[in-house]
């Protein structure tokens, strides 16, 4: 016999717009039970080409609005630039565990790794701010980080499988192969370093050298936050079926811009239809 | 003999970013003697992609800097977004003169016109806005609008003379061009509503169809605050070499983030470097 099941936690999934829809979609799909609060901030995004003063302000504001607001006993920062530049001032701010989406990206890349050298493409903050350079290093890797500012908008143009986002791509990954032979680098691993990219996965994995892995930072945050809750919600595998078994994951998603944008676009990286979306003020 | 000189007014010039320094600039051609005060929005850029009301708000704060900080006198919105969104708002918030690039863009493109139907590019909130549509049906014009969300990004990466940008221009000027022709439109004129688009009128001159001409708004706006200051400052072309015979003109640029990649990009839209550029907190 089984014991009552646990209640199902709060868990708080930030993003600086819909990108991160695609770190919620993993998380459902490990943790089809439990009830999941989006906030994307969509009236300040992108946060890529902002400061780390002035991303870490609205990380915090909305960060706070999770866990005061809708009650995340859980923070997920589905956001790359807020994980690099703001994972901290975060942790600061509020008294709830946060898991950014950099260390397990940097850890997932540590298991595929066989040549210790990796490949990091992410927004042009994130690779300032070096932080998957340092999670790397700190796995005993070398990274080499290359900014992609383009991928992001051809994505929120739909052009995900299109030949000018294939020659963008080839453009961006022969520089960051150049780049790495020069440097006398083996890299056998790509960490897609920004929620957008699980979207080109395909067009990337296509673009890769033979044997070289693409390793997500969305999947793999996923995994990180559902061993960590280990026990609070039952793993996916025990109930295949949940979503169509009558037992449909609770979401609740807030933007504070843009609803209308956030309902069409966030569809292609949730994977379903979003549902309603409630604007929110952040002031600001 | 020449009366004295008046004293040189101070022009505010307000974008969301640095693309308005291709308004500044074809200003400073015509006003070499202005005191110009230029704030770039940068710390909530892009506006293009966000709801009117929170435009108005970015956009009324950002005019009353110019205004009651920088003493100015007139005010140039050289932001086509904040210009189809919220002249009226910032009209109503300030007691001077306000001139948006809209109508001038379109009183530009009435006199180019023979056919009277106008083709316009711009950004997903100045077409969703209508306000080319509207500023050209009142000069007599039939006008077609285009989103054309990836010309920034591709300015912003510098690739302003790229075959992926050429491309881009070519996919998104086709799909333009159909539409016009399933309407019945003979256009023969493009009016570039984003102040980014100077930088590729190049490649947009070689991808219209023949005897179709470029109207640039930003060229359009500073001919119009040229001809509302006819008499206090005298025109550029009675000293031609105005900047070189030592008189500089006086610009003070302000942004609300990212001074480094205003001062980095801003050169490019300026046609030389920007200067110091002062970081002012507008809150939000």
């Not at 790397?136 to 383009?150: D, H, I, Y």
């Not at 052009?159 to 032979?181: G, Q, S």
Request: contains cysteine; charged residues 20%.
């Amino acid at each position: 016999m089984s014991s009552p099941e646990p209640t199902p936690p709060t868990i708080g999934v930030f993003d600086s717009g819909f990108g991160g829809l695609t770190v919620l979609r993993a998380l459902i799909a490990r943790m089809p039970r439990a009830r999941f609060s989006f906030l994307g901030d969509t009236a300040r995004l992108p946060y890529g080409s902002k400061s780390r003063r002035t991303i870490a302000r609205y990380a915090v504001e909305s960060a706070q609005f999770l866990v005061r607001e809708q009650g995340a006993e859980f923070l997920v920062i589905a956001c790359n630039t807020a994980s690099a530049l703001a994972l901290d001032a975060i942790q600061d701010a509020v008294p709830v565990p946060v898991l950014g989406v950099i260390e397990p990206g940097a850890a997932s890349a540590r298991a595929a790794s066989q040549t210790g050298d990796v490949l990091v493409i992410a927004t042009d903050a994130t690779v300032r701010s070096h932080a998957y350079s340092e999670a790397c290093q700190a796995q005993g890797l070398r990274a080499l980080e290359k900014a992609c500012p383009l991928l992001v908008p051809l994505v929120e143009e739909g052009w995900t499988d299109h030949p000018v986002t294939a020659e963008v791509i080839r453009i961006y990954l022969n520089e960051l192969n150049a780049d790495a032979a020069a440097r006398g680098l083996r890299p056998d691993t790509l960490v897609l370093g920004c929620t957008h990219y699980p979207l080109l996965r395909p067009l990337l994995e296509r673009s890769v050298p033979p044997g070289v892995r693409v390793i997500d930072s969305a999947e793999a945050a996923a995994e990180s936050a559902a061993r960590l809750f280990n026990g609070r919600v039952r793993p996916a595998g025990d109930q295949p079926n949940a979503q169509t078994a009558g037992q449909p994951t609770e979401i609740h998603c807030f933007a504070t811009d843009s609803v209308e944008k956030f309902q069409h676009l966030g569809s292609r990286f949730l994977g379903y239809p979003v549902g309603p979306v409630q604007l929110i003020d952040l002031g600001g």
